[in-house]
């Protein structure tokens, strides 16, 4: 049976689907904006949001309005942020904690849709330090500690927290934390660190190549060849003496779930992996992809020439200096590369998706066609 749903939950059900295929929608008709609220705010259960502060959000963003989004988490991000600085200052060590673990998590919201260029946005930066202070700020009013710790990677470091159960130095199992294609080391602590830190679980989160402040500042960008990544930090992980050996868990968020899978498959030194989700074919998945995927890869393509000649262009023009047998492929400001063996352009001509396509997770169920405001583009704030 289960429970109703939630005020404000929308529940569509396209035409030929049961109940068991129903599309859930979160506060907006906009698939990528429900799914996004609905991500900050499921971190309410650790600390990262407050459901009255998401639900009063929400009300002075438009529907798809990329630009009121990033307003009003920001706006939300920097009230909390302050407010967390004021409880520290007044020695109110409890509510500083819990304001700047909302504040860090708001400006990760804020940054959702400005991943077109996040090496040089101005924007981004402000937002990504918002994210990183506020967080470490509460992460140093934490009852079990925290270190931040740098991880040797190919002449360079890789930023990384260690989450402890104590401080006793005892040895523990300890779960390696991999984010996913918009996730950072700061959200670890809300999606598994808060939760394996009270079952006897240290937590190793760090970012990789394309992720985090790695592509912020160090401007490196993701890599197929994941092993790469994972054997470095498992070697850091195995100097440090709180880390049990033989007792170390792979996890992998969201497209780290295809990173990390890929990388298990060399780096035999874990003792478990946890696919979260499981991506077997990333390429399906982003076929599916919602509308505002379209309009940043629209953004980044050249529309003056079209064809076969245009492509080659473009391909010409951004080739990375690896040989012909590689591709680049713009995937919101990062650059995954892979082999490419037919050649094809950088951005073959691309259709949008059909109105009714199978959700690659959900089986053959449609996907509904917008109606009503929804279909027409940004509109106003929602009616709260």
Avoid at 7 to 34: N, Y
Avoid at 179 to 185: A, I, L, Q
Avoid at 245 to 254: P, T
Wanted: net charge positive; charged share 25%.
């Amino acid at each position: 049976m289960g429970n109703p749903p939630a005020p404000g939950t929308k529940i569509t059900r396209p035409s030929g689907t049961d109940d068991t295929e129903a599309v859930m929608k979160f506060l907006f008709d906009d698939e990528s904006f429900s799914f996004e609220a609905l991500r900050t705010a499921g971190f309410t259960l650790y600390g990262g949001a407050d459901l009255g502060e998401v639900l009063a959000t929400a009300c002075n963003i438009g529907e798809g309005d990329e630009a009121s989004w990033h307003r009003a988490w920001k706006a939300t991000a920097q009230r909390l942020q302050a407010a967390g600085e004021n409880a520290r200052a007044a020695g109110y060590w409890v509510s500083a904690r819990e304001a700047l673990l909302r504040a860090s998590n708001y400006y990760r919201t804020a940054a959702d849709f400005l991943l077109e260029k996040p090496a040089t946005d101005p924007e981004m930066r402000v937002l990504s330090a918002g994210q990183h202070d506020s967080f470490a700020a509460a992460a140093a009013l934490f009852d079990t500690p925290v270190q931040a710790v740098s991880i040797p990677y190919e002449g360079t470091t890789l930023p990384a927290y260690l989450f402890l159960v104590d401080d006793s130095g005892a040895a523990r199992p300890t779960i390696i934390y991999n984010s996913g294609y918009d996730s950072t080391r700061e959200e670890s602590y809300f999606v598994i660190a808060a939760a394996a830190l009270r079952r006897g679980y240290n937590v190793l989160a760090f970012d990789g190549p394309g992720q985090g402040a790695v592509l912020r500042e160090q401007n490196l960008v993701m890599r197929p060849d994941w092993e790469a990544v994972i054997t470095p930090v498992v070697d850091y992980a195995l100097t440090r003496g709180e880390i049990a050996v033989g007792k170390i868990v792979l996890f992998g968020y969201s497209l780290g779930g295809y990173l990390v899978a890929r990388a298990a498959a060399f780096e035999h030194r874990v003792a478990a992996l946890i696919l979260d989700d499981g991506i077997h074919d990333f390429h399906a998945a982003l076929r599916w992809q919602p509308a505002a995927f379209y309009r940043v890869m629209d953004r980044r393509r050249p529309r003056r020439r079209r064809g076969p000649r245009a492509d080659d262009a473009h391909r010409r023009q951004h080739a990375a200096p690896v040989g012909a047998a590689q591709r680049d492929v713009g995937l919101r400001g990062r650059l995954l590369r892979r082999p490419d063996p037919q050649g094809r352009g950088l951005h073959p001509r691309r259709r949008r998706p059909p109105d009714h396509r199978s959700h690659p997770d959900h089986g053959p169920g449609q996907r509904p066609v917008p109606q009503g405001p929804a279909a027409t583009g940004p509109q106003g704030p929602h009616q709260c």
